[in-house]
């Protein structure tokens, strides 16, 4: 994770408050600096989705949240910032003059990051007193959600400058993308500018309206890209030829004249109206902030979607979700932990969507909080992303759970873990759910993992590491009473 302990958005609108959402909720403090009189209202209203979006998001134990102030006042917002991220208005002079500002207020050593959508950074760079420090992080609304960032360097950006941005961001748990060849609107934008030229032309020429165009990227083409992107799409498309086979039979075509995608239609008062109204049509009343609400809860279903399958923004999603579990949770962080009474492991909130008809917690999602608790106990003992990667591993062997209270959803829940034995291969743990106001138990899970050889599909002992840390922890807790349920199953008597 980043050691930056402030950071100043310069310029507060849709996506500077996308960065401050990503950056608070990494335990960063934010000033952000806007004169709109209304910029501290609507910064707010991102923030709140935001984080209602990132609970949704990612269950892992966060860093705690930094503030966010918004201040009219550039020194003050830029005072003991650590890193820049400006997002004024899409204009180069407005941007150039920006510059100057920042500089006169900031460390030498102090990156500044433009979320210019398509302007060349060593334009943007041309008046710097310390030009090697700018570069393009470009990235895509929400920003606090959507994991892609395009790096882009101009001709006098330094090569460390690219790769502390790529640290930095990288911690954020987004997807730094280097664009090496500087171009105006970088590569993502150039793709979104081909589709949208092309759909402009289909609205004005009545080929489809706005929803039927959203429709056939959203029900066919994006469902796709979501996943593979271009190229692995049509390289599927060739069946068992793949790319040459595809370029064989399709690749004619391209030179029919179906697109027109260097030319636009003009902008006027009638076809901006067209398009307006039948977007709004398309809202059906629904606010903006209604629509980013539905928008954010998509891509969280979509993204956690693709983390089961450890795939595209799933995976970076996945690598997160670890890289904090073991920040929080990690042996080889100096914690103070008293092994005298059962270790506080998990805490959470029932999400609404975890929740039956009578707004109780269902019972699969007991379970799920028993396994986040397990996943922030096995990084503690030493079972990390590197020693899973080298092929060893606790796999859950026995489960058995006691629903003893009803939860609303929204409410808070902790997990308190004790061990109750262990060997060379095996551990025994009880742990307890607990309501997070009330600390009355709501559930108990006791649970066996075998440590195993993945690779071989068969179990093994563990590590010396990791037996060494189980036994620290058992110093305390075989002191412990047995926890009373431990051993219980289900006991009815079959009838005779």
Known sequence: MTNIAKMACVGGGVIGAGWAARFASNGIDVAIFDPDPQADRKVREVLANAERA????????????????????LAEALDGAQFVQESVPEREDLKRRTYGDIERHIGDDVLICSSTSGLRPS???????????????HPFNPVYLLPLVELVGGDKTAPGSIDRAREIYASLGMHPLHVRKEIEAFVADRLQEALWREALWLVHDDVATTSEIDDAVRYGCGLRWAQMGTFQTFWLAGGEGGMRHMLAQFGPALKWPWTKLMDVPELTD???????SQCDAQAAGASPREMERVRDDCLVAIMQALKTQEWGAGETLRAYDQRLYERAHSANVAVERDFSKPIRMHETIVQPDWTDYNNHMNEARYLQVFCDSTDAFLPMIGVDQDYVAGGNS?????THIRHLQEVAGLEPLYV????VGYDEKRIHMFQWIHHGRTNEVLATGEQMFLHVDAKASRACSARPEVLGKLGEIWQGHQHLERPEGAGRSIGIKPKT
């Open 394 to 398: 606790y796999y859950t062997v026995e």
């Open 270 to 276: 009638a076809f901006v109206e067209k398009i307006a």
């Open 54 to 73: 990132q609970r949704k998001l990612t269950l892992a134990p966060g860093m705690g949240q930094g503030s966010v102030t918004v201040t009219a006042d």
């Open 416 to 419: 308190m873990s004790q061990l």
């Open 123 to 137: 334009d943007l760079q041309a008046d710097m007193t310390r030009p090697e420090r700018l570069l393009v992080g």
